[in-house]
């Protein structure tokens, strides 16, 4: 060991474990553990509310792993970056890549400035499985259909890293010139965010633990009874890939020789369509904002506001739409399935454009991620990549008696209508009022009639997406 002084600079790789930048920054130097929170970042990919209390948590896991030395900065992150080189002669400072448009514009200034100064700078990859500029068609062209792209592009790629231990810590105690984790006031007035500790422990030991529990009881069926939101056979490991306190590699190849190969192989391919996220956004930064294929610039969306704040609600009068919108307030998450359901209700029952639907789960989703929540949007709205068609419209009655059955994950969160026989828990509107009666059901007070007729309301959508049908199949 020398003595030279490295920075690590921790972004969305809250973690010791299978970090690459950090791996090789501690190597023969003395380390800065930085965290330097973005001041301008909501103006960038806007953190949201629930993103934050995650945030908040997970540095807090992270400086506890960093026994308290953990650097904490927030402004400039150029000025401050600085202001520690000429403090302690920092002579290497590596970081992990980070997808964002606005992020990699940063990364590219930083790194001439820093370079200029004959700091070493290195940036690694650290969150994602593949490079998003290294996977390519035959022809030199970007892939926009994800199975030709994670089939023929990324599985004949080079197979994802081997994760790395983490290094032993030679750490520089510079807390006197770091701020707390509470001076970056992340945890909202609100105190609605005090049920997501019934759902989640935050940091890279939980992660790891709910890595665990997955494989050890989720991936036997994961296939098929990942459609089921009450079954266990999701991984919930979202938010933990999203901030970093878990890489893609550690799951990727947790999974190996532990299931079926059907299994393991649907769920690396849900690791892919992260991936697919990513690359769209690497490769059409405009992805949060604009819509990937252009004809939809003439869609004719709903501005009604009575119908998006009722879908925020979770008080449609739709039930199993309102319970996934429940499910999200209470526990900053919501399962996939019953968010293609809400997705498609909101673009394609009520019209509403699908950036309000974005601009929402962003704020309250805990792996609200600029890539796969935007790219998300777009394939259900049907304007992105491989989109779904616009003659897909989810009948969520249909879907909650399908993926629903025995009603106990509606019921869990609209528990207005737990005595409703399971015939109609679906659709309320159609039971007699002697079945409502008995049920203690009384729509339009105890629970909403729908806001919309869903026959109708498929009808106005199918009209209004087929107008585009004809247009040109440009994308931006």
């Known amino acids: 060991m020398n003595n030279s002084v490295s920075i690590h600079w921790f972004r969305q790789d809250l973690r010791l474990e299978d970090n ?3 791996h090789a920054a501690q190597s023969n130097s003395l380390l800065i553990p930085l965290y330097h929170y973005e001041e301008d970042i909501d103006s960038n990919d806007e953190i949201g509310s629930a993103g934050k209390v995650w945030l908040h948590n997970s540095l807090i896991s992270l400086n506890n792993s960093l026994n308290n030395r953990l650097f904490i900065t927030k402004g400039s992150i150029t000025d401050e970056i600085f202001k520690l080189i000429s403090i302690y002669k920092v002579e290497k400072v590596y970081w992990n890549f980070c997808v964002e448009p606005w992020r990699i514009q940063q990364d590219q200034a930083l790194k001439i400035q ?3 100064k004959g700091i070493d700078v290195k940036i690694y990859n650290g969150s994602y499985l593949w490079s998003q500029n290294s ?11 994800f199975t030709p792209y994670y089939r023929k592009g990324c599985l004949n790629a080079l197979p994802p890293r081997i994760p790395i231990k983490k290094p032993l810590l030679n750490l520089v105690d510079a807390n006197k010139h770091s701020l707390s984790i509470k001076d970056l006031q992340l945890m909202p007035y609100k105190d609605w965010y005090e049920s997501f500790n019934n759902y989640w422990e935050y940091g890279e030991n939980g992660a790891q633990k709910k890595l665990d529990i997955f494989v050890e009881h989720g991936l036997s069926d994961y296939k098929e009874g990942r459609n089921f939101p009450e079954k266990p056979y999701v991984s919930r490991l979202s938010p933990h890939l999203h901030w970093g306190e878990l890489s893609p590699n550690q799951a990727w190849y947790a999974v190996e020789n532990n299931a079926s190969e059907r ?9 892919g369509w992260r991936e697919f996220s990513a690359y769209l956004l690497y490769n059409y930064p405009s992805l949060q904002k604009n819509n990937l294929q252009s004809k939809f610039d003439r869609f004719p969306w709903n501005h009604n506001h009575n119908y998006l704040d009722s879908w925020k609600k979770g008080i449609t ?26 997705g498609s209700f909101l673009v394609k029952n009520l019209l509403i454009d699908w950036r309000h639907g974005e601009s929402w789960f962003r704020d309250c989703l805990l792996d609200a991620d600029q890539a796969n929540n935007s790219a998300s949007w777009q394939w259900i709205a049907g304007c992105g990549a491989d989109a779904a068609p616009y003659f897909r419209i989810f009948n969520p009655i249909t879907q909650g008696k399908k993926f629903d059955s025995s ?70």
């Open 20 to 22: 690459p930048a950090l």
């Open 114 to 116: 820093l370079e200029e």
């Open 263 to 271: 299994n393991i192989d649907h769920f690396r391919s849900e690791l």
């Open 135 to 145: 996977i390519k068609k035959d022809d030199g062209t970007n892939y926009k259909v």
């Open 317 to 342: 009068g739709i039930p199993i739409v309102d319970a996934g919108m429940r499910e999200l307030w209470q526990t900053g998450y919501m399962h996939n399935r019953v968010r293609m359901i809400v």
């Open 407 to 476: 009603g106990n994950y509606t019921k869990k969160f609209v528990p207005e209508l737990k005595l409703l026989p399971s015939d109609y828990l679906f659709n309320p509107w159609e039971a007699s009022d002697d079945i409502l009666s008995k049920a203690n059901v009384k729509l339009g007070d105890s629970y909403p009639y729908p806001i919309v007729d869903l026959k109708e309301s498929r009808n106005l959508a199918l009209s209004a997406f087929g107008s585009l049908k004809d247009a040109s199949n440009d994308s931006k």
